[in-house]
């Protein structure tokens, strides 16, 4: 059975930084990309970018708005994705969801997300 | 970026109806959609692929079609296990990969 379980979630200060980890099971990790989704309050979900795997150099995407601020890694040793977040804004707030989906693929598969709050 | 607009934002529907929602795409994206299931509390739920393709376990009540710019989520005889929030997703040629703002079913 495929897993994916998200962590890492938690109250942080506007500024700050935080990291989110996605850890996959149940298939083979290193093969697959790994993509973010984030849903805030009262918005629905947004593509947040992706990693892809090795072998394809790790190649990561994002979307404009966390552009710059966020970055995904990834340590297949571990099976696990990180998704770093820097100068975090109360609109970043929300659950975050890692997926695997590569380039031109729908999201299949989704761990049960992590809770994010960023306020003063 | 592609915007994905759905329609309507919220649909009143009863148990055994139909409901038929709507994506638009603002260019072209071929079949290239997914449509997903999101119920609060859970993961969101793949349904539907290359716009028509239901995902693996997906009752045949659930259907979807469309190309290019148009798409369309069909549920017949609704259960009370769908009322839930419905997204479309693009995932046509290069991200962003960007979806609707949602049609929650009530």
């Known amino acids: 059975e495929v897993q994916l379980v998200e962590s890492g979630g938690a109250l942080v200060q506007p500024g700050r930084s935080l990291r989110l980890s996605c850890t996959g099971a149940g298939f083979t990790f290193g093969d697959s990309a790994v993509t973010w989704v984030r849903q805030t309050p009262g918005k629905g979900l947004e593509w947040i970018g992706f990693?892809?795997?090795?072998?394809?150099?790790?190649?990561?995407n994002y979307a404009a708005s966390v552009q710059g601020r966020f970055t995904i890694s990834r340590d297949d040793s571990q099976s696990t994705a990180y998704l770093e977040m820097s100068g975090l804004q109360v609109e970043d707030a929300g659950v975050y969801y890692c997926s695997r989906a590569d380039y031109g693929q729908p999201l299949d598969e989704w761990g049960q997300g992590t809770h994010v709050a960023v306020s003063s | 970026d592609i915007v994905m607009t759905q329609s309507p934002a919220t649909q009143s529907v009863s148990p055994g109806e139909r409901a038929t929602l709507s994506c638009r795409a603002s260019e072209s994206i071929n079949t290239n959609i997914a449509w997903y299931q999101h119920k609060p509390g859970q993961a969101p739920r793949l349904l539907i692929y290359?716009?028509?393709a239901r995902a693996t376990g997906v009752p045949a009540r659930f259907s979807g079609s469309g190309s290019e710019t148009e798409f369309t989520l069909t549920i017949s005889n609704l259960q009370s296990e769908d009322f839930a929030v419905y997204y479309c997703?693009?995932?046509?040629?290069?991200?962003?990969?960007?979806f609707g703002q949602g049609t929650k079913l009530e």
């Open positions: 990693i892809r795997s090795r072998s394809f150099g790790e190649t990561t």
């Open positions: 997703q693009h995932y046509n040629a290069w991200p962003p990969y960007t």
């Open positions: 290359d716009s028509s």
